[in-house]
């Protein structure tokens, strides 16, 4: 797409198709961006980033500041130099390591590894995969803090012709099988960004042999927005700030026609046309997404009745209504059902993306809900996944079991809000759920699951103190990891603190303390802090002590402290409570099971 040259920094970090833009319009942009001052308002993520680069990064990391605010980073960069990148990371008196960084992107490229010879057999291939791997484990044993790596690109030759990929000898088949053996085995503070795609849907225009020689670097320039944008994208999902919820269109979006005018035989749909097939195929799209732990919700102007027929009654519909969690069909305007939809699952106008095929409703959720990430759905209907899939606009990290079960933990949380509502004794309602805390000891099962649910949490959140798999490990007595259930469902691990001890100060700080947005209302945070204040009276410590830091998303933590006590001190962001003096505005009525390691381990 061509971009309008008057796009303003404002617009850039709200427009979620930013990488199609030319590369010229967006490096001028990348350098404005020092003259704004605190464009997206105080929502933005601050971060020390830094590139550990296999080529020459300098283009790239000029736009990245543009990408990373895209995706609501705030950005303070490190930049390796040429050839320096994994020695800076071993040396422990670098340059690097007096940065601090909060995220490393570790960028080699498909020149850094010594290939096989092209009649190599599948053992020799195995142990020249063995030797890289070595490598590997030594740079991510350094690090502990969020990792993005690029994978092994394609180059842009090959040895074996049309078999190159096939054969153990081939340079592609080596790198795909490095590249296999990397995800398998990273820790999962280590997560990819996947070149070879990012190669095949460019085509051509990838790599530039003559710009490597004159800079080395081996991309072309009209490559690096897609790039930049991969790149940007996973860091979002590392530090939390990846989008969680897809709001689409009925008419026009998953069928062709308009169901209230067509009927349900008048709408294209199924695989008797071109048409009804790619509407098929959008769906398949769309369920995959829900597969995985996007939250689908249905935003639609019509007859909520007329709106469901589609779902109960036609033969090719793929999506079914198990699959969205939240289903507004009415007349309102459109701005004001998303903002219902946020409300209904506890998510912030930031985690959403909306799909439409009307231009004036995407210029009306565009200009009230500025947050919200609006794609228009234009153009044929083959094309629709494509518009979707393009920006990635919902980045993959490892996916877990609360992941996959996500959609229908979240239609579960909007049946109890609607219940709740109609309620008017909450305390009986709450009670009646029977609502059960299973305290959980940090283990191999449950290790990644609790230092995800550190990272991608943003509302109930004290600070952006995140920690490795292996942080959570080393800590695992001092880490307090909540799993719920109630009459409605088990949502797995919900909450999470971090605290240390200390006893000369006579204080127990929490480090960190975090809530999945699935469990507000329920109120597990007074249970949570009942145990934290239960262990320190156990450590004979009268005083709790956390730092809170407002992001602009986890106001609900501000409003929450004084209700347990915590007053500011002296020192910014710092509070305190006396546990023995608070005392609890309302009962949760939260069954325990389970216990903390005992404090004589500590």
Known sequence: MEADRSISIDDAFRDPLLADHPVA???????????????????????????????????????????LGNRGI??????????????????????????????????PTQRDL??????????????????????????????????????????????????????PGGELHYIREVNRRLVRDAPSHVSFVDTERLAVRAGPSWYDERMYHLTKQPFSMEALPALANALAASASASLGLAKKALIV??????????????????????????????????????????????ILCVCSKNEEQIAREPFERHSGMVLQ??????????FDDKAMNIRSIAQSLNLGLDTLVFADDSVVECALVKKLLPEVWTIQLEGDPSGFAELLDRPILFPT??????????????????????????????????????????????????????????????????????????????AADHVLAIRFKDQLQDYG???VAVTEPNFEKDVLTVRNWVMSCRVFSRRLELFTFELLAERAAKLNISQLHLTYQNSGRNDLVG???????????????????????????????IERIGQWPSVSSI
Not at 321 to 330: E, H, L, Q, S, Y
Not at 563 to 580: C, I, M, R, V
Request: glycine share 6%.
């Open 493 to 495: 691990i919900v909450a």
């Open 249 to 294: 269109d009925l008419d026009n979006t998953l069928w062709g026609g308009v169901i209230g005018d067509d009927g349900l035989d008048g709408i294209s749909l199924g695989q008797e046309t071109p048409e009804g097939a790619s509407f098929v195929s959008f769906q398949r799209y769309l369920k995959a997404l829900s597969q995985r732990g996007i």
């Open 321 to 330: 209504k198990k699959d969205f969690a939240v289903f507004r069909a009415n």
């Open 74 to 107: 705030d950005a303070t960069i490190h930049e390796s130099t040429f050839g320096t990148s994994l020695t800076e990371i071993l040396d422990p008196s670098s340059v690097f390591w007096d940065f601090g960084a909060d995220l490393v992107f570790l960028l």
């Open 559 to 589: 409003k929450l402290l004084p209700a347990l006590g915590f007053k500011s001190s002296n020192h910014p962001n710092q509070y305190s409570s006396t546990p023995a003096e608070v005392t609890f505005p309302s009962q949760h009525f």
């Open 397 to 474: 990290r490892r996916l877990s079991t609360e992941d996959l079960n996500r959609t229908a933990s979240y239609r579960k949380i909007e049946k109890f809000r609607s219940e709740i509502e109609k309620t008017t004794d909450i305390d009986a309602f709450l009670k009646s759920l029977a609502p059960v805390a299973i305290i959980e000891s940090v283990r191999e099962d449950t290790i990644d699951r609790i230092s995800q649910l550190i990272a991608k949490t943003n509302q109930f959140k004290l600070n952006p103190t995140n920690y490795s798999s292996s942080e959570i490990r080393d």
């Open 25 to 67: 319009t967006l490096q001028r942009l990348a350098k404005r961006i020092h003259l704004l001052q605190n464009g997206s308002g105080n929502r933005m993520r601050a971060a020390k980033v830094a590139f550990q680069g296999g080529f020459t990064t300098n283009f790239l990391t000029e736009l990245m500041p543009l990408f």
């Open 114 to 167: 010594i290939y096989p010879h092209p009649a190599a057999d599948t053992s020799t291939v195995d142990a020249c995969v063995e030797k890289e791997l070595a490598i590997w484990h030594s740079i991510w044993s350094k690090l502990s803090m969020p990792v993005v790596q690029l994978s092994f690109g394609p180059g842009p030759t090959r040895a074996l012709a049309e078999a190159d990929g096939l054969y």
